[in-house]
């Protein structure tokens, strides 16, 4: 939100702004710590790729199509997930808690006594990604846009 301050006259495009903040949310809930900024671009640079090529038909896995480009994101985007399972797991073995989402996923154990797969666990984290994004940022830019529509609803917030 500090950014956003500083954008000064010039403002904030909402919806791209709140994309951004809901993204970082997510992934700091997800992996129990903040994202840097250079980092946290790459990976929704990332993200707007597989979700640009999952609505992309025809899949057609072949160089520079959008598909190929999605399968090729999605692959980098679980290896940022697989390095977070990796130390996930190292943390609970020196007998430390790992935090947020993913700690619970690695720590997790069912009644048999088996522990999900980080195949498991990676897929769930995109999952999470997937299913809190857009849905989040266009929740909260739609009440922005009610909030500015009704300045005495505002008010009455800020009083």
Not at 8 to 35: C, S, W
Not at 118 to 130: A, C, F, P, R, S
């Amino acid at each position: 939100m500090a950014k956003w301050v500083a954008a000064g006259p010039e403002g904030v495009k909402a919806y791209e702004g709140n994309k951004m903040l809901t993204f970082d949310f997510i992934l700091q809930v997800a992996m129990g710590r903040a994202i840097p900024d250079d980092e946290l671009h790459r990976l929704s640079d990332l993200f707007n790729t597989l979700v640009r090529g999952l609505l992309a038909w025809p899949f057609l896995n072949i160089p520079s199509t959008p598909w190929n480009k999605a399968l090729k994101a999605q692959k980098e985007l679980i290896s940022y997930f697989q390095a977070g399972v990796t130390a996930a797991r190292q943390q609970l073995a020196a007998g430390d808690q790992a935090p947020a989402v993913m700690g619970r996923l690695v720590a997790a154990v069912d009644e048999d006594g088996n522990r999900l797969t980080d195949k498991e666990i990676t897929d769930n984290m995109l999952l999470l990604l997937v299913a809190g994004h857009d849905t989040s940022s266009t929740t909260l830019t739609r009440c922005m846009s009610n909030l500015q529509d009704h300045p005495e609803v505002w008010q009455k917030l800020r009083d």
